[in-house]
Structure formats: C-alpha cells, structure tokens
C-alpha cells in the first residue's frame, strides 16, 4: 500500500529552492523594486524621474520608493486560533462550554461545519501562515519532533511566503499575539538565528510564546525579537490570557494613532486551550457539577444538541469511544469507562473538565475585549473575523488524567493518589494539568479518536466561524461545505484583493494547496464544496478525502510499531455519513484502491514520508543539528536571560556535576546560583539560610529529591556543586543514582536520586544562572530567588566522564584568579 516518493518527484519539488532569483513579482503582480539586482535596470523600469548634474536641474521620483499602499477600503483581518479543541466543546456547536464571543460572532456571520485541520499543533499553523500542506513547509509534526527529510525538518521555506510577508508587502500592518510553535526548537535562544522568528516572517509586531504550550501564571514571553518577563504576577492577577488580549489592544490602538488608513492583519494565538489548563478561580466555579455525569454520558447528550444546530446531519451516529483495536492503538489513549471509575476518580476526572471549560470561556471573554475595542473605535464593520482551534481535543492527559502534562512528554505514568492531592488546586499555579482521554472523545465527538489521529475527523475536524459585517450579508447561517486549513490564505488573499506571487524576495514559491472559501460567503448552506481533495497525514497515521469519500489507514498515533505496509484501510462515505461509522471497504473495494492510489499520489507530491510513529520520547529526543555543536563542558554566566532548553547542556540520561564560583560578602547571603525547568520538572543549586542545597524536582512528584548541607556558608571564596553519577537505567526510562553535594572539595550531603527520561518542560523555562525565571523550581524559595549578599562568577556544567573533584580544582584555580 505504500509507494516511495519517486526520486524525479522530490528533486523537481527541491529544485525550486535553487532557482536563481529573477525579478521579484510582488502579489499585486508587478516587480517590487527591492528585487533588482543591476541598478541600471532597476533606472530604466523603476525611475520615472529625471537626473542632471545639478539637483535644482533634476526631478524626484518618489513613486519608486514609496511602500506599496493597500487599496482605500481594503478591510482588516483579525484571525482567532485556539488549540486543543474538538468540534463538541462549544457552545456555538452545542456543547457545554459558554462562548459568549464566539456566539456573538456567530449570530453575526457564518458557522462551518466541515473545517479541518492537520490533527496538530505546529502543522496546522504552518499551514495558516502559508496556505501550504504542513509537509511542504517542513512540518510533518511538531517543531520538538522534526528530522532530517525533506517533509519534516521544521523550518518553512523561503517558497512559501507567509500571509504576513504578502500583506506587509501590500499596505497592511501585521501583528501576530501568542503561541507561535513555528519556531525551531534549537533557535529559541538570545543568540540564534531569527530567520523563523514572527518579525522575519512578515510580521510587524509580536508579542508571545514561541514554544508549544507555557505556563498560563508564569509564561515565557518574547516582544518583537528579544525575551521578556510578565509584567507582573498571578499574585496581583495576571492571566496570559488577559495579558495576550491587553498587548494586542495596546498594538492597534498605537497602530490606529500614527497609521489609520492603514488596513491590518492580527494573528491571535492563546495559550487555550492547550495544557496546561489554568484558570481564575471564578471561571471555573461557573462550571462546578456541570460534568459530573460523565464523559459517556456528554457524549449522548452533546450530539442532538449538534444535530438541532444544524451541525450535523440528522440520523449522525454516535462512534465508539474505543474504536481502534488494542493491538492498534496507543495504549497511552485508551478511554476507561465512566462507570467502571471508583468515585474519587469521577471526582477528580470531572474537576479536570471544569477547570478546561473554566480556562476556554475566560479567554473567550479576553478575545471579547479585543471585539469590544474594535466595535467602539469604528473599526469593526469592516473588519474579517475568523475564529477557530487548530487541531481535535487532546489525548495526552493519559487514560487517568494528569496534573503534571509533562508527564506524557516523558513516558511517564500518573498515580491516582498522587493527582488527587491536588483537587482543590486544580487550575492553579501548583498545577500542570490536563484532562483524560476520555474528555478528548467526548469534546470531539461524534467522530472517532482525537488530537494526533489524522485517519479520522476526532483529531481534524474544528470550529470555524467567519464574521464580516461589511462583506458577508448572512447572519447566523450555517455552511456544510468541506474545508480544510489550507484554504484559509487563499481566502485571505481573495477577500484582500491580492495573488500569492509566483516569485517572492527572489524566492520561486511553491502553490498553494488550498482554495478560496469566499464563494461560500454568499453559497446555500448545502451548496457542493469547491475543494475536491485533501490527504492527512501525522505521526504515522494518514487518510485521504476525496470528492465526499475518505480512506483511512488504521494505524495508532505514536505507537512505535511501523509495518505500515500492513495496515488495514477503511472507507467511508463522508457525504452521507458524517461521524465516519459506516466502513464501506468491504462493499466498495474499487473505490478504496482509487483513494489509496490518491494518497499515494498526494503524498508524493507533498513530501510526506518517509512516516514516523515513533513514541514521543523517541521523538523529542532527536539528536539535531544546532548552531552550536554539543559539548562536555558549558559555562553559563549571570546576567543572561534563561537558556531554553533546545540549545542548553543535555543532562538527560546521564552524569553529570554543576559547579559554581562564588564569593560570599554577606554572612545571609541567599538565592539561586543555578536552576532549569520548573515545579513540574527541573533541578536547582541554591543558598538558603546559611546552608547549600539542591533539589531536583522528577515531574512535580513529592516529595522533592533534596540535599542539603551539613555545614553552613561564611564568608569567604568557595566553589559550590554537586554531582549526579548514573548507575543503573529504571523500568520508565528513568536514571536511577545518587547525586552528592560539595563545598569546595568537601562533600557535606549525598543521598539516592532519580532524573527524568525526557525533557524539563515543553513550555520554555529555560536554564537560569543567578535567578530562577518562570515557575520555581523549587518550593524552598519564590521566583525570581535572585542571589544576593556576595558575587557570582559563573556555573559550569560539565558531562564529560572527568571526576568532579578535577572539575573542582579548575574552578578553585579560576575564583583565585579573580
């Protein structure tokens, strides 16, 4: 059932990267100046002016170096992108989760029903950004989990212009809120490159995350093209989300003060409703009870209510909640049935939904201040609303639900005991949490499976709504035409009045892969879609749609069991049934070969293999190529801001010593010399009440693994560390050891210790020196915990196999120098 790309196919595809750059076409079609390279042709088409010897003799032209201007009444586009969430969660689409701004939108525009996605995060937004299959962009998955091929090594090509940089090209200001996630893991740094930065993709301003998920209380944050911290902390009450929607008013209003005939573009990216799932107090009390009967039984209440909106056909199944068999599927995403739970864990399981639903309406009500400021200052009637999510409800809380979702991340599994400490903090700061599998089923109900599964429409099937007062006559009218994330550029572009160039910044740009959706603006509800095929394709598992028919490989996400050539594939008459229940192979076995011969064909055309179900620690832990190449030795000094974790030392799965040089002036001198990730995964080499200590912190779990000293700090100059030695590799992946503390050559603690199979955090808290950034790692101080009441140097890390007490000497001999 698989074909290898033909060799023709990939170098053809390749071969446009090479293309030597002629004059660049600009989207309204004529050159752009910039794009010349022989000054005298660049007078001959460009300068209309005249040049003599003498200036008062000659005649300017202004007209050749004036920014192109968008066309008077152009409109503005403000495009909503939430994550993680199935078509079931909303209220707009019948489920339980008010969306009072979605609503609005909704009464005021059109609801489609038939809008999909990837099944992730990063592809779906490759292709927002493009109008490109994720593959061409280099997104085969997530930023953490790209290689070394051609459909997946997570940087988007210069030939694929970004909607951004076309706008921005033509009169449009840009900005871009929130979650990014297109950024390469290794080159979210202060010293890397910024090709794949928003500000180098055509946007004006941004103000965000660049990882895949943050912390909601303590986010990592980026303005423009340098880090910063929140302005201020969940203890005065902040909330990324109130914080995203105050930067993106604060932008328009300034944009509005110096250039308001200027049309704009704003790409609105919260944290939402991604992991972790955090919230105010109050949001989440709306929703106290409102889940207690179930995830079985929300599924069998939500449908109907799908079907009165008219979202779904009348007569739509309700799928399985298990439909893959257990030999197939990823046992990780298992759903337990709800009355085979014992009552401590509905409890618990039903919390973590509230606090999801909580965390979704809060920042509904944000978005909704972005809505009221546009209304008030005029701007609303012409501007395109396009609110949506990005991929199916997510999976990776584990059949048992988690507080800590770095857990999944790791491979590693969460105990009931533990999660149920912490049922009266969930959405808190002391928590990381994340629902179970068996919510993702029943948010993306009807349909079968969720986040990840690209075979079927549990993981690609979203929300869109569309609202343009000016543009669009419907109100609160439905659209069942299909569509995929690929068409939004093209309608951007349609509705702007503008063409992707076929040459971009010297660039030969690859098509588009998506149509135009403005036909439907003005379209019956019911009438035939213009897209006539799309293929899926994620981590390992792949469907194709059709003209109305789909196959699907049944093949688990993330299961590390290959022989793709085995798969079975089913068939399905998407048209006719829409929750994908009826498997037609049987019945239509011509019709499934033509559909996997397309499949083929597209994934050809596309780049998609080579396929890859590898777990997700496999995955993230990809060894990749990096400005700067590994090293045993690091030295990090203080002063600088924190080092993510895609370019800090790897201390994964191995020894390791940190060692600082200090001198104490103070005799209560305090704080942190060293510390990486967070409460819910990190370690930290600190100073607290005259004594050394160093916690690491496996994935949040209690109690913290913690050595202190046993003798105090004077003044004076030392060398301060500790070293981890590996001795043995744990069931789970873990590294099992012990870890001994030093004061200068002195050990003064030692003790058993265990340190994680994966990675800290995928939120972005990265290796600090001198302070702590984000979350603490530790509950022994409070963030920042910056060092105070002496000088230091220095940290070194070193994972070189030299005895720590050589590394000691090293550092003594440095320290007296100074």
């Given at each position: 059932?698989?074909?290898?790309i033909?060799?023709?196919?990939?170098?053809?595809l390749?071969?446009?990267?090479?293309?030597?750059?002629?004059?660049?076409?600009?989207?309204?079609?004529t050159?752009?100046?910039?794009?010349w390279?022989?000054?005298?042709?660049?007078?001959?088409?460009?300068?209309?002016?005249?040049?003599?010897?003498?200036?008062?003799?000659?005649?300017?032209?202004?007209?050749?170096?004036?920014?192109?201007?968008?066309?008077?009444?152009?409109?503005?586009?403000?495009f909503?992108?939430?994550?993680?969430?199935?078509?079931?969660?909303?209220?707009?689409?019948?489920?339980?989760?008010?969306?009072?701004?979605?609503?609005?939108?909704?009464?005021?525009?059109?609801?489609?029903?038939?809008?999909?996605?990837?099944?992730?995060?990063?592809p779906?937004?490759?292709?927002l950004?493009?109008?490109?299959?994720?593959?061409?962009?280099?997104?085969?998955?997530?930023?953490?989990?790209?290689?070394g091929?051609?459909?997946?090594?997570?940087?988007?090509?210069?030939?694929?212009?970004t909607?951004?940089?076309?706008?921005?090209?033509?009169?449009?200001?840009?900005?871009w809120?929130?979650?990014?996630?297109?950024?390469?893991?290794?080159?979210?740094?202060s010293?890397?490159?910024?090709?794949?930065?928003?500000?180098?993709?055509?946007?004006?301003?941004?103000?965000?995350?660049?990882?895949?998920?943050?912390?909601?209380?303590?986010?990592d944050?980026?303005?423009?093209?340098?880090?910063?911290?929140?302005?201020?902390?969940?203890?005065?009450?902040?909330?990324l989300?109130?914080?995203?929607?105050?930067?993106?008013i604060?932008?328009?209003?300034?944009q509005?003060?110096?250039?308001?005939?200027?049309?704009?573009y704003?790409?609105?990216?919260?944290g939402?409703?991604?992991?972790?799932?955090?919230?105010?107090?109050?949001?989440?009390?709306?929703?106290?009870?409102?889940?207690?009967?179930?995830?079985?039984?929300?599924?069998?209440w939500?449908?109907?209510?799908?079907?009165?909106?008219?979202?779904?056909?009348?007569?739509?199944?309700?799928?399985?909640?298990?439909?893959?068999?257990?030999?197939?599927?990823?046992?990780?995403?298992?759903?337990?049935?709800?009355?085979e739970?014992?009552?401590?864990?509905?409890?618990?399981?039903?919390?973590?939904?509230?606090?999801?639903?909580?965390?979704?309406?809060?920042?509904?009500?944000?978005?909704?201040?972005?809505?009221?400021?546009?209304?008030?200052?005029?701007?609303?009637?012409?501007?395109?609303?396009?609110?949506?999510?990005?991929?199916?409800?997510?999976?990776?809380?584990?059949?048992?639900?988690?507080?800590?979702?770095?857990?999944?991340?790791?491979?590693?599994?969460?105990?009931?005991?533990?999660?149920?400490?912490?049922?009266?903090?969930?959405?808190?700061?002391?928590?990381?949490?994340?629902?179970?599998?068996?919510?993702?089923?029943?948010f993306?109900a009807?349909?079968?499976?969720?986040?990840?599964?690209?075979?079927?429409?549990?993981?690609?099937?979203?929300?869109?709504?569309i609202?343009?007062?000016?543009?669009?006559?419907?109100?609160?009218?439905?659209?069942?035409?299909?569509?995929?994330?690929?068409?939004?550029v093209?309608?951007?572009?349609?509705?702007?009045?503008?063409?992707?160039?076929?040459?971009?910044?010297?660039?030969?740009?690859?098509?588009?892969?998506?149509?135009?959706m403005?036909?439907?603006?003005?379209?019956?509800?019911?009438?035939?879609?213009?897209?006539k095929?799309?293929?899926?394709?994620?981590?390992?598992?792949?469907?194709?749609?059709?003209?109305?028919?789909?196959?699907?490989?049944?093949?688990?996400?993330?299961?590390?069991?290959?022989?793709?050539?085995?798969?079975?594939?089913?068939?399905?008459?998407?048209?006719?049934?829409?929750?994908?229940?009826?498997?037609?192979?049987?019945?239509?076995?011509?019709?499934?070969?033509?559909?996997?011969?397309?499949?083929?064909?597209?994934?050809?055309?596309?780049?998609?293999?080579p396929?890859?179900?590898?777990?997700?620690?496999?995955?993230?832990?990809?060894?990749?190529?990096?400005?700067?190449?590994p090293?045993?030795?690091?030295?990090?000094?203080?002063?600088?801001?924190?080092?993510?974790?895609?370019?800090?030392?790897?201390?994964?799965?191995?020894?390791?010593?940190i060692?600082?040089?200090?001198?104490?002036?103070?005799?209560?001198?305090?704080?942190?010399?060293?510390?990486?990730?967070?409460?819910?995964?990190?370690?930290?080499?600190?100073?607290?009440?005259?004594?050394?200590?160093?916690?690491?912190?496996?994935?949040?779990?209690?109690?913290?693994?913690?050595?202190?000293?046993?003798?105090?700090?004077?003044?004076?100059?030392?060398?301060?560390?500790?070293?981890?030695?590996?001795d043995?590799?744990?069931?789970?992946?873990?590294?099992i050891?012990?870890?001994?503390?030093?004061?200068?050559?002195?050990?003064?603690a030692?003790?058993?210790?265990?340190?994680?199979?994966?990675?800290?955090?995928?939120?972005?808290?990265g290796?600090?020196?001198?302070?702590?950034?984000?979350?603490?790692?530790?509950?022994?101080?409070k963030?920042?915990?910056?060092?105070?009441?002496?000088?230091?140097?220095?940290?070194?890390?070193?994972?070189?196999?030299?005895?720590?007490?050589?590394?000691?000497?090293?550092?003594?001999r440095?320290?007296?120098?100074d």
């Open positions: 059932m698989i074909r290898k033909p060799l023709v196919a990939t170098l053809a390749l071969a446009a990267c090479q293309q030597p750059a002629g004059p660049a076409t600009t989207a309204a079609g050159s752009d100046s910039t794009g390279a022989d000054p005298q042709q660049f007078m001959k088409d460009h300068f209309k002016g005249d040049i003599e010897l003498d200036v008062r003799n000659s005649k300017a032209d202004w007209a050749a170096f004036t920014p192109r201007k968008a066309p008077a009444g152009s409109p503005n586009v403000l909503i992108l939430y994550d993680d969430t199935g078509l079931a969660a909303w209220s707009t689409y019948g489920g339980a989760i008010n969306m009072p701004t979605l609503d609005r939108l909704a009464k005021n525009g059109l609801t489609y029903t038939q809008w999909h996605t990837t099944a992730l995060c990063s779906t937004r490759s292709t950004l493009t109008g490109r299959n994720h593959h061409l962009t280099g997104n085969a998955a997530i930023t953490e989990a790209a290689n091929f051609p459909g997946a090594h997570g940087r988007i090509p210069d030939q694929c212009a909607i951004g940089e076309v706008l921005q090209s033509n009169g449009w200001s840009t900005f809120i929130g979650k990014n996630h297109n950024v390469p893991e290794q080159d979210v740094s010293g890397a490159s910024r090709k794949q930065w928003p500000l180098q993709k055509g946007f004006d301003r941004y103000y965000g995350f660049l990882g895949g998920e943050t912390n909601q209380w303590y986010p944050l980026v303005e423009d093209n340098h880090f910063v911290e929140p302005p201020y902390g969940p203890e005065k009450g902040y909330h989300s109130a914080g995203l929607a105050d930067k993106a604060e932008y328009l209003r300034d509005q003060a110096t250039n308001p005939s200027k049309p704009w704003m790409w609105f990216c919260p939402a409703n991604h992991a972790p799932h955090q919230a105010p107090a109050d949001y989440i009390a709306k929703y106290k009870g409102k889940f207690d009967e179930g995830y079985d039984a929300y599924r069998k939500v449908v109907p209510r799908m079907i009165e909106k008219g979202i779904i056909p009348k007569g739509t199944n309700l799928t399985d909640f298990n439909p893959m068999p257990p030999n197939v599927a990823n046992p990780g995403d298992y759903v337990r049935p709800w009355d739970l014992k009552p401590e864990e509905k409890k618990l399981f039903s919390k973590l939904a509230e606090v999801y639903a909580g965390f979704s309406e809060y920042t509904d009500a944000q978005i909704g201040r972005i809505v009221d400021y546009l209304e008030k200052s005029g701007q609303l009637e012409n501007t395109v609303i396009m609110y949506a999510a990005d991929n199916g409800a997510s999976g990776e809380g584990s059949p048992n639900g988690s507080v800590n979702e770095n857990k999944f991340f790791n491979g590693y599994p969460d105990e009931l005991s533990e999660n149920l400490k912490y049922i009266d903090k969930l959405g808190s700061p002391d928590t990381y949490e994340h629902y179970p599998t068996g919510w993702a089923a029943a993306s009807p349909f079968k499976m969720f986040k990840r599964y690209s075979e079927y429409a549990g993981g690609t099937a979203d929300a869109l709504v609202s343009w007062p000016k543009g669009i006559k419907a109100r609160g009218e439905i659209r069942n035409q299909y569509h995929h994330s690929t068409d939004i093209p309608t951007i572009l349609d509705i702007c009045g503008l063409k992707m160039p076929a040459v971009f910044n010297g660039a030969a740009q690859f098509p588009l892969s998506g149509v135009s403005r036909y439907t603006f003005d379209a019956a509800p019911d009438a035939p879609t213009q897209k095929i799309q293929y899926y394709a994620m981590l390992g598992t792949r469907a194709i749609w059709k003209d109305g028919w789909k196959a699907s490989a049944v093949h688990g996400a993330l299961t590390s069991k290959g022989n793709f050539d085995k798969d079975d594939w089913e068939l399905y008459h998407v048209d006719v049934d829409r929750s994908e229940s009826k498997n037609l192979a049987k019945e239509n076995p011509e019709k499934l070969k033509e559909l996997i011969a397309a499949w083929n064909d597209e994934a050809a055309k596309n780049l998609v293999l396929l890859d179900d590898r777990s997700a620690v496999e995955l993230l832990g990809i060894e990749r190529p990096a400005e700067e190449a090293r045993e030795r690091y030295v990090y000094y203080p002063g600088t801001s924190a080092v993510p974790e895609g370019v800090a030392v790897n201390v994964r799965g191995r020894s390791f010593k060692i600082a040089d200090v001198e104490i002036k103070d005799p209560n001198a305090s704080g942190v010399l060293f510390a990486h990730g967070s409460r819910f995964g990190g370690h930290s080499l600190f100073i607290k009440n005259r004594k050394l200590y160093y916690v690491y912190n496996f994935l949040g779990i209690k109690p913290e693994q913690k050595l202190v000293s046993s003798t105090t700090l004077s003044p004076g100059k030392y060398t301060l560390g500790m070293e981890f030695v590996r043995s590799t744990g069931k789970l992946g873990e590294q050891g012990h870890a001994i503390l030093y004061i200068n050559d002195k050990a003064v030692q003790g058993p210790m265990k340190t994680q199979p994966g990675k800290f955090t995928l939120a972005g808290d290796l600090c020196v001198g302070f702590d950034s984000g979350d603490a790692v530790t509950g022994e101080y963030t920042p915990g910056t060092f105070k009441g002496g000088n230091l140097l220095g940290v070194g890390v070193s994972v070189a196999k030299e005895q720590y007490l050589d590394l000691q000497k090293d550092a003594a440095a320290l007296s120098r």
